[in-house]
């Protein structure tokens, strides 16, 4: 079984704190992706990465930063929290256009 | 851009009613189309993907979705839903570059 694992369940952080969310994933995928899931919004895309240090801007990725030095890990930075950070963030990995295997998610709370 | 459409944000339905839930996508070119579910408390897991071939495909519990490729649609589909299969649904489309792209969910609500 693919798992994929996300650092914190919940999270608390006050504006303008540095936050750090780490994935990792134990099916050596080539792909990662960061996501975040809210209400009536469905999932958006953060960022993703195809390969170890490499990485490309989703359709979100204003606010955000990500670092992969390791196949399996793939960290999602938020330099400076802000409120409307607040969301569920979802870490998922995949070979190349096959199934996402997502990981439990992480909720944030930024105050 | 292409973009998924889900038609239902909110279902509810009682234990043995049949399920059809619409999505539509824009894309023109391959597509690979994926259904997945949340259920309260989870974690986002595959229901059911369409690569090639049979258009009709079968998921896990009984569900199953049709690709029409002419009306560019992947509607999911179940003859009869149970109190557990309340939960969220995406349908989701994977370019050639390998991004998924969402539709915004439906919640399917079920009372016993």
């Known amino acids: 079984d693919v798992k994929v694992t996300q650092s914190s369940r919940y999270l608390v952080k006050r504006t303008g704190e540095k936050v750090f969310l780490e994935c990792v994933q134990d099916m050596d995928h080539e792909n990662m992706f960061w996501y975040r899931q809210d209400p009536g919004l469905g999932l958006r895309l953060i960022y993703f990465s195809y390969d170890v240090k490499m990485k490309e801007k989703g359709d979100i990725p204003e606010g955000y930063s990500v670092s992969r030095e390791k196949k399996e890990r793939f960290s999602l930075i938020l330099e400076s929290a802000s409120t409307n950070q607040t969301s569920m963030y979802l870490c998922?990995?995949?070979?190349?256009?096959?199934?996402?295997?997502f990981g439990p998610g992480t909720r944030l709370t930024v105050t | 851009a292409q973009s998924v459409s889900q038609h239902n944000h909110h279902v509810i339905l009682s234990e043995a009613a049949s399920l059809e839930l619409g999505c539509n996508y824009s894309?023109?070119?391959?597509?690979?189309l994926f259904w997945y579910v949340q259920y309260p408390g989870q974690h986002l897991q595959l229901l059911l993907k369409y690569f090639s071939g049979d258009p009709l495909v079968k998921g896990i519990k009984g569900f199953e979705a049709e690709f029409i490729k002419s009306k560019f649609s992947f509607n999911l589909r179940k003859p009869s839903v149970q109190w557990s299969d309340t939960a969220e649904y995406f349908c989701?489309?994977?370019?050639?570059?390998?991004?998924?792209?969402f539709g915004q969910g439906t919640t399917l609500q079920v009372k016993p």
């Open positions: 894309y023109g070119g391959t597509v690979n």
């Open positions: 989701a489309v994977n370019d050639h570059t390998g991004k998924l792209i």
């Open positions: 998922a990995s995949s070979r190349l256009r096959v199934e996402q295997y």
